[in-house]
């Protein structure tokens, strides 16, 4: 019944490992975003893609690359991790044209870099 | 362009007391609004939204009125509990957009 569901729940890696995170929503939405989520609770929007096609790109790292298999899965891999990059990383699902137009998040994941 | 501001936390209240946390928006055109709350360890779930000027959102005892006048969009409680301990985050959507502005989130702490 989850509606959007990441895999895994906690990540703890090294600084340099590569690692990916999986998204996935059973809503039947067309768009799908990843936040970071800092120390401070500040929510910042990394990617979002409609129909597997990229429509929001912000200014990351180019360590960071989102793949959209289908519309229903949204995935981030992270190359080369770094101590920065220790966050809370948030899936989110909407549907575009909805009004109103709201989004629905998934439980994140706790990625500690050490 | 489109922005947020939420006043700052941490706020920290006893039990049945009346809360507040106040939230303004900038807005380039007709924007929907928005409460999100984030208990801890989990992800955000929508508590609230109002889609027009004069609109009041409600749920679990929470209330906001979108106010167009004062581009603010206040949530309130009359009688908080301890299981309300959590971040609140406003946010806005534009009617056409598809993207989603919150402000910085505010932290609440109830204690008995």
């Known amino acids: 019944d989850t509606a959007v569901s990441q895999t895994p729940k906690y990540l703890v890696t090294q600084m340099g490992n590569d690692k990916s995170i999986k998204c996935e929503q059973n809503?039947?939405?067309?768009?799908m975003y990843w936040y970071k989520q800092d120390s401070k609770k500040f929510l910042k929007i990394m990617f979002s893609?409609?129909?597997?096609?990229?429509?929001i790109n912000e200014t990351v790292p180019n360590r960071f690359s989102p793949k959209s298999p289908d519309k229903a899965h949204l995935n981030l891999h992270i190359n080369s991790l770094e101590l920065g990059d220790s966050a809370v990383y948030f899936c989110?699902?909407?549907?575009?044209?909805?009004?109103?137009?709201?989004?629905?998040f998934g439980p994140g994941t706790r990625l500690t870099v050490t | 362009g489109n922005s947020v501001t939420q006043m700052e936390g941490p706020v920290t209240l006893s039990e049945e007391a009346f809360l507040t946390i106040n939230c303004t928006y900038t807005?380039?055109?007709?924007?929907?609004l928005f409460w999100y709350v984030q208990y801890p360890g989990e992800g955000l779930q929508l508590l609230l939204k109002?889609?027009?000027?004069?609109d009041k959102g409600s749920n679990k005892g929470f209330e906001a009125t979108y106010r167009k006048e004062t581009t603010s969009f206040h949530l309130e409680k009359g009688s908080v509990q301890v299981s309300d301990s959590a971040v609140y985050f406003c946010?806005?959507?534009?009617?056409?957009?598809?993207?989603?502005?919150f402000g910085t989130g505010t932290s609440l702490t109830v204690i008995p």
């Open positions: 989110a699902s909407s549907l575009l044209g909805a009004s109103p137009y709201e989004q629905y």
């Open positions: 809503l039947g939405h067309d768009t």
């Open positions: 893609y409609n129909n597997k096609e990229l429509i």
């Open positions: 807005a380039t055109g007709y924007p929907s």
């Open positions: 109002a889609t027009k000027a004069d």
């Open positions: 946010a806005l959507s534009e009617r056409t957009g598809n993207q989603f502005y």
